[in-house]
């Protein structure tokens, strides 16, 4: 079996925050995210089918993503990322969903595990994430558990649902943290659950991923068995993490950054079908039909009205990103309130693009169900973003119950 240094090459066994980042961090890309999005548009789009049919992203895809430092937006600057405010977030992510869902969702997962580089101490961060293709993604145990021992934890389980896992250098293995007789080892922190973080090449990948939508996400699993992971290679992601740096966006819960990114997903997935629609209702004329799409009274209220719900819901979540970063930057300080709002925006967002989406499948009619046309494969990744964690629609009885003067449910939020 491989010791712990070979496994983790450049490894340190402290897990203090000695050695903090430098105050002058690299600067920033010359231009902003959205521009680059903008230059790798026509790739990104045209490689959507290419990316399904390969059942992961293309090599290309991949490349392009990496040329565009597209996976370390919400990496701190310190470590050679991007660290974007919040609105910039949302507007970035949903650009590529325009372009494809899949690519927008890998994004998005690799993206909100790059937070954690936040937690880490400088030394495993820069370790991690010093190759500029480096990229950290996880899912949810299946089963799992981090055995205490000498200078770090064992870890042996399998996980699941791991978008862009295929596309990662690094793993996150989430584990309760027991003793040798398998019960809970106390924690100070009082968290028995952590996320350890390993190279890809020690876990066994489990193609398992056979789905309905999202299919280039390959979002499937991984195991690994009495794999040794060294003190200071894991965070506790089910809070606020514990920040080394000062910048105001590490004072939002991951799931902060997944809400909002996986709303715009949806959102720009609903945009992309519904100009689709549009598109078509000018010069189709239906079989047997005596009005052409765009003089059917019927459609152009299904139209006016998809329009409508697709504009209210992507501006009360850019809205809530600008009002909710504004007030953090300004107080230093992130509110249970600001997080509920963030929650209840996103959550409504994903159900209102799906609604819209619904009603562009409704105007294409036929035209829906080829698999080369605009509808078919984005109606698919809609729905199963719908399905996804983010997407539950018990998160706005969550924020019910906290609007009502119950005490708040922040796992999601």
């Known amino acids: 079996m491989l010791g712990w240094r070979q496994r983790f090459p450049f490894a340190t066994t402290g897990g203090n925050r000695e050695n903090m980042p430098s105050t002058s961090p690299p600067a920033p890309f010359p231009d902003g995210p959205l521009a680059r999005i903008t230059r790798i548009a026509a790739v990104l789009e045209r490689a959507a089918a290419s990316n399904e049919e390969l059942g992961r992203l293309t090599p290309e895809v991949v490349d392009h993503l990496h040329e565009a430092r597209l996976f370390r937006l919400l990496l701190p600057r310190a470590y050679d990322g991007e660290e974007v405010d919040l609105p910039t977030w949302f507007c970035a992510m949903e650009a590529l969903a325009k372009l494809d869902a899949s690519t927008a969702w890998c994004v998005g997962q690799i993206n909100g595990c790059a937070a954690a580089a936040c937690a880490l101490a400088p030394t495993v961060a820069r370790t991690i994430w010093g190759d500029r293709r480096a990229a950290l993604s996880w899912g949810p145990p299946v089963t799992a558990r981090a055995e205490a021992v000498a200078g770090g934890h064992r870890l042996s389980g399998e996980w ?90 590490y004072k939002f819960p991951l799931n902060s950054f997944f809400s909002l990114g996986f709303s715009a997903v949806a959102l720009g997935t609903a945009r992309s079908l519904l100009d689709a629609a549009l598109a078509l209702a000018g010069e189709k004329r239906p079989r047997l039909a005596r009005l052409a799409l765009r003089d059917n009274h019927a459609v152009q209220l299904q139209i006016g009205e998809a329009e409508a719900r697709l504009r209210s819901a992507r501006g009360y979540v850019a809205a809530t990103a600008e009002r909710v970063w504004a007030q953090t930057v300004a107080s230093g300080t992130l509110e249970v309130a600001q997080r509920m709002s963030i929650r209840m925006a996103t959550t409504f967002a994903i159900h209102e693009a799906k609604a819209v989406a619904d009603a562009a499948w409704e105007v294409a009619g036929v035209n829906a169900i080829f698999e080369r046309g605009p509808f078919e494969r984005r109606m698919r990744d809609i729905r199963t973003v719908t399905q996804q964690l983010q997407g539950r629609k018990s998160h706005l009885q969550e924020v019910g119950g906290y609007l009502l003067g119950l005490e708040p449910n922040l796992m999601f939020a």
């Open 160 to 249: 699941g649902m791991a978008s862009g896992s295929r596309h990662a250098s690094w793993l996150g293995l989430m584990a309760p943290i027991v003793d040798a007789s398998g019960k809970p080892e106390p924690q100070s922190d009082g968290m028995q659950l952590r996320t350890f973080l390993v190279p890809a090449g020690n876990v066994t990948f489990i193609d398992n991923w056979q789905v309905h939508g999202l299919i280039a996400t390959n979002s499937g699993g991984y195991s690994v068995r009495d794999l040794f992971v060294p003190h200071g290679y894991s965070v506790n992601r089910l809070q606020v993490l514990d920040s080394t740096l000062p910048s105001p966006l």
